[in-house]
Structures are given as C-alpha cells and as structure tokens.
C-alpha cells in the first residue's frame, strides 16, 4: 500500500498528444507576427506549450510576454533560473520542459551532477551555495506553498528582493506551463526516449524535501 493510503494512479508518459500541430501556414496573418517571436526562441518550433498557446492567440501573446521577461530579463541570473524551471519540470513529470530546458540548464553552466541528481528526483549533492538556497526556496514554495522565514530572509540578504520576486514569479509560471504541457501531453519532439521517470506526487514530495 502506498504512504497514506493514497492509490496508484496512472500518469501520462509522453506518447499520443492531444492537439495536432499548428502549421504556419495555417496561422490568420493577424496572429503570424506572435509564431515570428515564438520561432526566435523555441528550441521545438511551433511546438511545446505553443501550439496549446496559440489556440487562444491573445492569451498566447500576454504570455510570450511575460515569459520574454522570466527567462531573457529578469533579474535572476541565467544559470539559476534555468535550474528553478527544471525543479518545476521534475516535480511536475513534465518531459517536454525537461527536455527543453536541461540543455540551456547545461550550457548556462549548471552542471552535469546537479543536472542528473534532479533527474533522478533527488536533492543534489554538489550544489554550489546559490544552488543549494534556490533548490530549497523553489522547493519548499512548490511543494508547501510557503517558505520559512529563515529561508526567506536569507535568500532576500544573499539576492535581493527583486530577484526573489522573480524567482517566486518564475516558479509559479512554469507550475503554469507544466500543466498545461501535461493536459495536452506533449512527448519529446521526433519521439525521442523521456528523459523523466513518471513518479507519484508523493514520492516525489519524499525525496525531493528529504
């Protein structure tokens, strides 16, 4: 019996996604200038959570937006927030955000070990300093709902308020973005192996707060 009582559910794996790709083409010509924006940074194209985005195309806009903010001009340097967007992306099975995103991770300069300790749901073991206190603000907020005031104080003294700020910001968003890649199951592009093992929420929450 599972911790808790709580019953094995089934999770999706990463095969038969549920919306058909969006062809340029096919786009209005209104909406055609947003795949123009998409397509500079997407490392999938048109695909990933863009071809959900882009059934709600004014929606699709507001968020490219702010995402162009979290990831190319928030205050929070490029090595950690690439890290916090792979914490989201373990702790929600979401393999297209791993996949996307451990490889930008890796060329910012987080390491192989932190990298494949995460996959593995386990707390890293050679994490530098600034690491170690993103590891656990992101975690404890992502899976408590609240930091500690310890940990809050220490991670406004050692990166400042408006870096925590878009930390915190960056973390809920990619919530966003996991949910709405696991909703429309989206695989790895060209069928490629997942890079994440499907794990319970429970277990998940045991090892990565261990």
């Not at 695909?47 to 162009?68: K, T």
């Not at 690439?82 to 989201?88: D, K, R």
């Not at 990166?159 to 709405?180: K, P």
Request: with cysteine; aromatic share 8%; proline share 5%.
């Amino acid at each position: 019996m599972p911790p808790f009582g709580i019953r094995p559910t089934r999770y999706y794996s990463g095969v038969n996604e549920r919306l058909t790709s969006i062809s340029y083409d096919a786009l209005p010509d209104a909406v055609k200038p947003l795949a123009d924006d998409i397509l500079k940074v997407s490392s999938a194209g048109l695909g990933g959570p863009y071809s959900a985005l882009l059934r709600s195309p004014d929606m699709a806009r507001r968020c490219f937006d702010f995402l162009d903010y979290l990831r190319f001009k928030t205050s929070v340097n490029k090595r950690l927030n690439e890290f916090a967007i792979l914490i989201q992306a373990r702790i929600s099975n979401a393999q297209y955000e791993w996949w996307a995103h451990a490889a930008i991770a890796r060329k910012a300069g987080l390491s192989d070990a932190v990298i494949e300790d995460l996959r593995e749901c386990r707390r890293p073991t050679a994490m530098q300093d600034d690491e170690r206190l993103v590891y656990d603000y992101c975690v404890q907020l992502s899976l408590n709902h609240r930091v500690q005031d310890a940990l809050w104080q220490e991670a406004v003294t050692e990166m400042g308020e408006q870096a925590v700020i878009d930390l915190t910001v960056l973390s809920g968003t990619y919530v966003m973005v996991s949910m709405l890649l696991n909703a429309t199951q989206v695989g790895v592009p060209g069928g490629g192996a997942l890079p994440l093992q499907v794990l319970e929420p429970m277990e998940i929450r045991q090892r990565l707060l261990a």
